[in-house]
């Protein structure tokens, strides 16, 4: 006759099944948080949402989004501050992104957004469900985060709620221009430039690599593209949006920037920098202590042909 297993190796065994389910069913419960919302569908949602893996920025800092959508992981061993949600449908892939990375989604504790479009606020509802993060963004952000979409003041608002609205972010703390959001020893400071939308965020950080420490930059975007009826140079109903945008540009110009990031990657040329990158892996192309001024130059450039244009127009 076979004797028994001991007991003891019956009930490891048994807490070892128990520990393996139980992971099962905590990662089946993350996986359903963070595809729960629609996928939002527009003509470059699906190029914006390929895959692209993620990669290490400086110091504590990693590129978790998109082929074509900016997210950022900012890291520290009593908890993250995430940058950006992309598309709803992006959720799962920045999830896997900061796994991939070594981190933990549910070590998240804050998030932050740039501007509150359905390509950079649509998976923020998603990946609070699967963390239980902590959203915080201006006045104006929260309030179309609050209701899932833009508000009336936003450039884009006459493309209408079909194509603009996105899962709703609630209980979003208000925060002030200038504010330093802190995590454990993580510090992050919000520069509020409105234009692009009403309360467009910019975040600087500094992260630090063998003792050298840098100033690091997510730039919101600074476009000047609205639906056909608005006018950044002001019409009946609104005043000009000229100088306020203008001095967004300006405060994204003299912010302490030696690396920058962009909500959208194609806007810092992401890909031919990470192309040198490869090439030459001791020279970090991110690094580059021009980056928001030429960022900002740019958006200049594009405010004052939209203005002319709006003139001609007139
Ligand atoms: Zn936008």
């Not at 990693?62 to 995430?82: E, Q």
């Not at 239980?132 to 608002?157: I, M, N, W, Y």
């Not at 000047?224 to 019409?235: A, C, E, I, L």
């Not at 609104?238 to 001095?247: M, Y």
């Amino acid at each position: 006759m076979k004797h028994p297993a001991p007991p003891s190796r019956n009930s490891s065994r048994a807490a070892r099944l128990f520990v393996a389910a139980s992971l099962l069913a905590s990662a089946s419960a993350l996986t359903a948080a963070l595809t729960a919302d629609p996928p939002h569908v527009c003509d470059p949602c699906n190029e914006w949402n390929a895959p692209r893996p993620a990669f290490h920025v400086y110091g504590n800092t990693w590129f978790v989004g998109t082929a074509g959508l900016g997210s950022v992981l900012i890291t520290s061993p009593k908890g993250h501050i995430l940058i950006d949600g992309g598309l709803p449908q992006s959720a799962p892939l920045i999830s896997a992104n900061i796994a991939a990375a070594g981190f933990r989604l549910e070590d998240v504790k804050l998030i932050v957004n740039s501007h509150t479009h359905y390509d950079h606020a649509g998976g923020i509802a998603a990946l609070v469900r699967a963390s239980g993060a902590q959203v915080a963004a201006s006045p104006a952000s929260k309030r179309a985060l609050e209701q899932g979409g833009p508000t009336e003041d936003d450039p884009q608002f006459g493309f209408g709620p079909e194509h603009n609205n996105y899962p709703a972010v609630h209980g979003v703390r208000a925060i002030a221009d200038g504010e330093t959001l802190r995590v454990g020893p993580l510090a992050i400071t919000a520069h509020f430039t409105p234009g692009h939308t009403p309360g467009g965020t910019s975040w600087t950080w500094r992260a630090c690599e063998g003792g050298r420490c840098l100033d690091l930059v997510y730039a919101d975007s600074l476009n000047s593209v609205s639906s056909d009826d608005f006018r950044f140079s002001g019409d009946e109903i609104h005043g000009s949006r000229v100088d306020s945008f203008l001095h967004s540009i300006e405060v994204v110009a003299s912010l302490p920037c030696d690396l920058l990031i962009a909500p959208h990657p194609v806007a810092i040329d992401l890909d031919e920098k990470l192309a040198r990158w490869k090439q030459n892996p001791k020279l970090n192309p991110l690094i580059d202590r021009g980056a928001c001024k030429a960022y900002a130059a740019g958006a200049r450039e594009r405010l004052a042909k939209r203005v002319t244009d709006e003139g001609v127009a007139r």
